[in-house]
């Protein structure tokens, strides 16, 4: 029988009853998790068309990076259980559609304030789809081997992402200009969203936890409290009435969020009891310094790039390349290892190696070549490749088999966490590309920051990461 657009605009609001093949199911959830990948790398090669084009300064530009990073965060431990409560299919064609219409929305804004908004939009569907594409993925495979293969399989997609975002990016900026790197979004999401309605069946958990709806209020206002303070203090100094405020606010909201937090219980949206783990802790701790580092860097270095060094936006995308692709390669071996050794080791040398090729950046100035750079990239990708899934396999570790999507969300949202305030501090630190000597300094002081707390969080990674992960991950009880 043909299936015909009303057919497929009932299967979107009603549980599907004929749900494709899990493979089929897996290549859609691959496609939404790929979007949500892919704008956290590709905007960087567009800042500086978007600064030139609706003329705005690196705090115009931070806001544009972080108005999805911050959405991202704030959502990210809600979003998981409200595809528990409500269905986790509805809350993927929810989140395509939030994203799609985010999308369009940035690439039609006609100023910076509308284009933040349209960013906060885009990263309200990104946290939606993170999450239920893994819960989707998880029960289409029932077997435990297939299973573990679908989910590399998705977390190889969204690593291919990370390096297709700065050469895909420079592309379309060259060729069409800033705009279509998220109008391209749209004809996507709108296949992605007709498949995922034909071929994803209903499914959420008997027994869910309750929406935290305060918690996400008062998490969302310390984190925008806390870049505003950043950002602002980069634009117009850290006695400015403003900076205080925002400061005072973010201080503020810490018992204001810790005190009701507390009461809550196993319902609250981070559970204490959780927080009683020390390598529980140190992971996510970990993982928040990783993007901090990372994405702070990355943002004043796509700057300097294009700004400072005169690079178009595609050779700016293929030129870090070497940073991103290590990532892809070496993450599923990096994962082999981890599950034999531990996460310790793993963790420790990823954030060291990382740290040396951070630490040559410094070398880098306005007439530096390519050699110059290249070193420090692939000593920097390689580390985060062997970082990234041992600081996951570390916090899944860390607690029983039940919690495991929700400490999955924690340690996503004490990375999404991380990178928005080390975006917001690092641009505050460089200052505007337009003075370049002052620039660069400001750029070689982020890089040995990020490469001075990689090497303390190695110090964390010895002392407290397990050196075994499978005893840790067989524990049954709460302890």
Same mark, same amino acid.
């Given at each position: 029988?043909?299936?015909?657009?009303?057919?497929?605009?009932?299967r979107?609001?009603n549980?599907?009853r004929?749900?494709?093949?899990?493979?089929?199911?897996?290549?859609?959830?691959?496609?939404?998790y790929?979007l949500v990948?892919l704008d956290?790398?590709i905007?960087?090669?567009?800042l500086?068309?978007i600064?030139?084009?609706?003329g705005t300064?690196?705090?115009?530009?931070q806001w544009?990076?972080?108005?999805y990073a911050?959405a991202?965060?704030?959502?990210?431990?809600?979003?998981?259980?409200?595809g528990?409560l409500?269905?986790?299919?509805r809350?993927?064609l929810?989140g395509l559609v939030?994203?799609g219409?985010?999308?369009?929305a940035c690439?039609?804004a006609?100023? +910076?304030?509308?284009? +933040?908004a349209?960013?906060?939009?885009?990263?309200?569907?990104?946290?939606?789809?993170?999450?239920?594409?893994?819960?989707i993925i998880?029960?289409a495979?029932p077997?435990d081997?297939?299973?573990a293969?679908?989910i590399?399989?998705?977390?190889?997609?969204?690593s291919l992402?990370?390096?297709?975002g700065p050469?895909?990016?420079?592309?379309?900026?060259?060729?069409?200009?800033w705009r279509?790197?998220f109008l391209l979004n749209?004809p $996507?999401?709108?296949?992605?969203?007709?498949?995922?309605?034909?071929?994803?069946?209903?499914?959420r958990?008997?027994r869910?936890?309750?929406?935290?709806? !305060?918690?996400?209020?008062?998490g969302?206002?310390?984190l925008l409290?806390?870049t505003y303070?950043? $950002?602002?203090?980069g634009?117009?100094?850290?006695?400015a009435?403003?900076?205080l405020?925002a400061?005072?606010?973010a201080?503020?909201?810490?018992p204001a969020?810790?005190? !009701?937090?507390?009461?809550?219980?196993?319902?609250a949206m981070l559970p204490?009891?959780?927080l009683?783990r020390?390598?529980?802790?140190a992971?996510?701790?970990?993982?928040?310094v990783m993007?901090l580092?990372?994405?702070?860097?990355?943002?004043?270095?796509t700057?300097?790039?294009q700004?400072?060094?005169?690079?178009s936006?595609?050779?700016?995308?293929? +030129?870090?390349?070497?940073?991103?692709? !290590?990532?892809a390669?070496i993450a599923?071996?990096?994962g082999?290892?981890t599950?034999r050794?531990?996460?310790?080791? !793993?963790a420790?040398?990823?954030?060291?190696?990382?740290a040396?090729g951070?630490?040559?950046l410094v070398?880098?100035g306005?007439h530096?070549?390519?050699?110059?750079?290249?070193p420090a990239?692939?000593?920097w990708?390689?580390?985060?490749?062997f970082l990234?899934p041992?600081? +996951?396999a570390?916090?899944?570790a860390a607690?029983?088999?039940?919690?495991s999507g929700?400490?999955?969300?924690?340690n996503?949202?004490?990375?999404q966490?991380?990178?928005?305030?080390?975006?917001?501090?690092?641009?505050a630190?460089?200052?505007?590309?337009?003075?370049?000597?002052r620039?660069?300094?400001g750029?070689?002081?982020?890089?040995?920051?990020?490469?001075?707390?990689?090497?303390?969080?190695?110090?964390?990674?010895?002392?407290?990461?397990?050196g075994?992960?499978?005893p840790v991950?067989?524990?049954?009880?709460?302890?």
């Amino acid at each position: 029988m043909a299936v015909t657009p009303a057919t497929l605009l009932r299967r979107a609001v009603n549980p599907a009853r004929h749900a494709g093949s899990p493979r089929t199911v897996l290549v859609v959830m691959c496609v939404g998790y790929f979007l949500v990948l892919l704008d956290v790398t590709i905007v960087n090669v567009a800042l500086p068309e978007i600064g030139s084009r609706l003329g705005t300064d690196v705090g115009g530009l931070q806001w544009v990076v972080d108005g999805y990073a911050l959405a991202l965060a704030a959502l990210m431990l809600t979003s998981g259980t409200a595809g528990d409560l409500y269905g986790h299919r509805r809350v993927v064609l929810c989140g395509l559609v939030v994203f799609g219409a985010g999308s369009l929305a940035c690439g039609l804004a006609p100023g +910076v304030p509308v284009l +933040v908004a349209a960013r906060v939009v885009q990263g309200i569907g990104a946290a939606l789809l993170l999450s239920g594409t893994l819960a989707i993925i998880s029960r289409a495979f029932p077997d435990d081997a297939a299973r573990a293969r679908a989910i590399g399989v998705w977390a190889g997609i969204g690593s291919l992402a990370l390096p297709a975002g700065p050469l895909l990016g420079g592309a379309l900026v060259d060729v069409v200009g800033w705009r279509s790197i998220f109008l391209l979004n749209v004809p $996507i999401v709108a296949v992605a969203l007709v498949w995922a309605a034909a071929v994803v069946q209903e499914s959420r958990e008997e027994r869910a936890r309750r929406l935290d709806v !305060p918690g996400v209020l008062l998490g969302g206002l310390l984190l925008l409290a806390t870049t505003y303070a950043f $950002i602002e203090g980069g634009r117009a100094g850290a006695g400015a009435p403003q900076v205080l405020l925002a400061a005072a606010a973010a201080l503020l909201a810490v018992p204001a969020l810790a005190v !009701p937090e507390l009461r809550r219980g196993d319902d609250a949206m981070l559970p204490v009891s959780l927080l009683r783990r020390p390598a529980f802790d140190a992971a996510n701790l970990t993982a928040g310094v990783m993007n901090l580092g990372t994405l702070g860097t990355l943002f004043v270095l796509t700057l300097f790039l294009q700004s400072v060094q005169h690079r178009s936006a595609l050779i700016a995308g293929l +030129v870090v390349v070497p940073l991103f692709a !290590p990532l892809a390669v070496i993450a599923p071996f990096g994962g082999r290892i981890t599950s034999r050794v531990g996460a310790r080791l !793993p963790a420790a040398a990823g954030l060291l190696v990382a740290a040396a090729g951070l630490a040559l950046l410094v070398r880098a100035g306005a007439h530096t070549g390519y050699a110059v750079l290249l070193p420090a990239f692939l000593l920097w990708g390689v580390g985060m490749g062997f970082l990234t899934p041992a600081v +996951v396999a570390a916090a899944i570790a860390a607690v029983p088999a039940r919690r495991s999507g929700l400490v999955s969300a924690v340690n996503n949202t004490a990375r999404q966490t991380g990178g928005a305030i080390g975006i917001a501090v690092a641009g505050a630190v460089a200052g505007p590309p337009t003075d370049g000597a002052r620039f660069v300094r400001g750029f070689h002081a982020v890089a040995l920051g990020a490469a001075g707390l990689y090497t303390a969080a190695a110090v964390l990674a010895l002392a407290v990461l397990p050196g075994a992960l499978l005893p840790v991950r067989r524990a049954g009880g709460e302890g």
